[in-house]
């Protein structure tokens, strides 16, 4: 990777608080079930970049993509636009499972956690008088260096699902449709 962790994961933070997005992992997730939870039908899936979509107030309001895994054992969905949904279906996609996400609503990255249906922790560096100079006590130990809390929240969501999140990654191209 060019460039240092911190600037690697201080570019992700930039990019999330511009678009007030979210990303919902879940472990062991059925990616058509989860995509029903946030009413698409998988059929409607069109390969699109971020920066293709345009929201309003008239509709459509939200878009979910399917993001990229791999061979990990979990399924992620990048949402963006207003009337985000990931927050109301976290507890429900968690049962059975654990399900994260990273939700730049704030402007700063928060991590709530679910497993099997009930939240059990949020990690979030807008609370508790946050220094962005230094780590959350969550974050001890995760290496990012002097960066502060806003990268080590991306080194936890890399390490709990190991994901390499990346620009490319977050912007597209995916698959994505809107919310009807």
Known sequence: MAGSI???????ADLGREDYGSYLFVKHGASDGILQQYGIDPTNLEIKKIADLFWSEQGPRVFVSVMPTGDSDWVAFGEHGVDLIGRRILESVS???????????????RIRIAVDGSLVRTIS????????????????????????GQVGTFLFIERMTGLRM??????????TASVS
Not at 98 to 106: E, H, P
Request: without cysteine; hydrophobic residues 30%; charged residues 20%.
């Open 6 to 12: 911190e600037e690697h994961f201080e570019e992700l």
């Open 166 to 175: 990346t620009k490319q990654w977050m912007l597209g191209p995916n698959p």
């Open 95 to 109: 049962r059975g499972t654990t399900a994260l996400l990273l939700g730049f609503t704030t402007g700063f990255p």
């Open 125 to 148: 560096p807008t609370e508790s008088g946050y220094d962005p100079t230094v780590a959350l006590e969550e974050e001890t130990g995760l290496g990012f260096g002097s960066a502060g």
